[in-house]
């Protein structure tokens, strides 16, 4: 943490619990235990000024995870990538309160990869094809792929089924999320987001789609089909954001799976074509989604 310019902090102490104040008692405890340090390595006391443009270290306090029950499956793995098949429900990299229940920490602990990173994510509710690189110094170019829409990616979604939507088609909008704000939204503007919508097949009221998205915003397939009419099955955002979901609840999971991902390799040149083995549930056993079974 930078400290910042002005202020009528006496003392690092002082603005620390001030910034912090939900965590006040734990940040003097932890000062006070000399867990709090500065840019040379040395401990922050009760007593140290505080200086603006000083730089503090500390690690936050890391709550107790719900453990995801759901194994995260290696679909292809060589020198310079390896590709998951990662489970609902599991966030791809750490941010926020998921640390170590995330797909990354994971395959750094199990595969011994310390120096793994993702070339990009999948939000944790939606399944599929992620790719992770192994050397740092190759990270750049796999991400370039995906920066440059060089990556053909295809999901599978299962939504109602609306005969009088024709399909197929390609959505554009402007989709803007704002920080803080769980659900994006469309809004005028020049349009940031392109999604080809295909039907796969259907019965009765459900139907399962072809999601082609051509660029990466922010829940860009769940606004656009919701935009449709026909929003995804289990999503807890789109049309209306429900209340949130009780720690160890898996039931019902969102039926958005990243299906396929297809490239050239930035360093071998080979083509990788991948596809997901995972299937939906509530097109696969609708009853058996909708109940109380578990999500896997």
Same mark, same amino acid.
């Given at each position: 943490?930078?400290?910042?310019?002005?202020?009528?902090?006496?003392?690092?102490?002082?603005?620390?619990?001030?910034?912090?104040?939900?965590?006040?008692?734990?940040?003097?405890?932890?000062?006070?235990?000399?867990?709090?340090?500065?840019?040379?390595?040395?401990?922050?006391?009760?007593?140290?000024?505080?200086?603006?443009?000083?730089?503090?270290?500390?690690?936050?306090?890391?709550?107790?995870?719900?453990?995801?029950?759901?194994?995260?499956?290696?679909?292809?793995?060589?020198?310079?990538?390896?590709?998951?098949?990662?489970?609902?429900?599991?966030?791809?990299?750490?941010?926020?309160?998921?640390?170590?229940?995330?797909?990354?920490?994971?395959?750094?602990?199990?595969?011994?990869?310390?120096?793994?990173?993702?070339?990009?994510?999948?939000?944790?509710?939606?399944? =599929?094809?992620?790719?992770?690189?192994? *050397?740092? $110094?190759?990270?750049?170019?796999?991400? &370039? @792929?995906? +920066?440059? /829409? %060089?990556?053909?990616?295809?999901?599978?979604?299962?939504?109602?089924?609306?005969?009088?939507?024709?399909?197929?088609?390609?959505?554009?909008?402007?989709?803007?999320?704002?920080?803080?704000?769980?659900?994006?939204?469309?809004?005028? =503007?020049?349009?940031?987001?392109?999604? *080809?919508? $295909?039907?796969?097949?259907?019965?009765? &009221? @459900?139907? +399962?789609? /072809? %999601?082609?998205?051509?660029?990466?915003?922010?829940?860009?397939?769940?606004?656009?089909?919701?935009?449709?009419?026909?929003?995804?099955?289990?999503?807890?955002?789109?049309?209306?954001?429900?209340?949130?979901?009780?720690?160890?609840?898996?039931?019902?999971?969102?039926?958005?799976?990243?299906?396929?991902?297809?490239?050239?390799?930035?360093?071998?040149?080979? /083509?990788?074509?991948?596809?997901?083995?995972?299937?939906?549930?509530?097109?696969?056993?609708?009853?058996?989604?909708?109940?109380?079974?578990?999500?896997?």
């Amino acid at each position: 943490m930078r400290l910042p310019g002005g202020g009528e902090w006496t003392t690092v102490r002082e603005y620390l619990v001030a910034r912090l104040a939900s965590r006040g008692a734990v940040v003097e405890e932890m000062v006070a235990a000399g867990l709090v340090v500065g840019a040379d390595g040395r401990a922050v006391t009760p007593d140290t000024a505080y200086v603006p443009g000083m730089f503090v270290w500390f690690h936050r306090e890391r709550a107790d995870e719900e453990r995801v029950p759901f194994p995260v499956q290696v679909a292809y793995r060589d020198e310079h990538i390896v590709v998951a098949d990662k489970p609902h429900f599991i966030a791809t990299t750490p941010r926020g309160s998921h640390v170590t229940e995330t797909v990354l920490a994971r395959l750094r602990r199990d595969l011994g990869l310390p120096a793994l990173g993702a070339a990009h994510r999948l939000d944790r509710l939606t399944a =599929g094809l992620v790719l992770f690189t192994v *050397r740092p $110094e190759e990270r750049g170019a796999y991400q &370039t @792929l995906f +920066r440059d /829409r %060089l990556v053909r990616k295809e999901y599978e979604a299962v939504a109602p089924y609306a005969a009088a939507l024709e399909l197929p088609r390609t959505v554009r909008s402007r989709i803007l999320k704002e920080r803080g704000v769980l659900a994006a939204r469309e809004v005028p =503007g020049e349009p940031n987001a392109e999604s *080809r919508i $295909e039907l796969l097949e259907h019965r009765e &009221t @459900l139907a +399962r789609y /072809r %999601l082609l998205p051509r660029t990466g915003q922010t829940h860009q397939l769940r606004v656009h089909m919701n935009a449709l009419g026909v929003p995804i099955l289990g999503d807890p955002l789109y049309p209306v954001v429900t209340g949130p979901v009780p720690a160890g609840d898996f039931r019902r999971p969102l039926q958005l799976l990243a299906r396929a991902l297809e490239f050239t390799d930035p360093v071998t040149g080979l /083509r990788h074509a991948f596809r997901s083995g995972r299937t939906l549930r509530a097109w696969s056993a609708h009853d058996d989604w909708a109940g109380a079974g578990p999500a896997q």
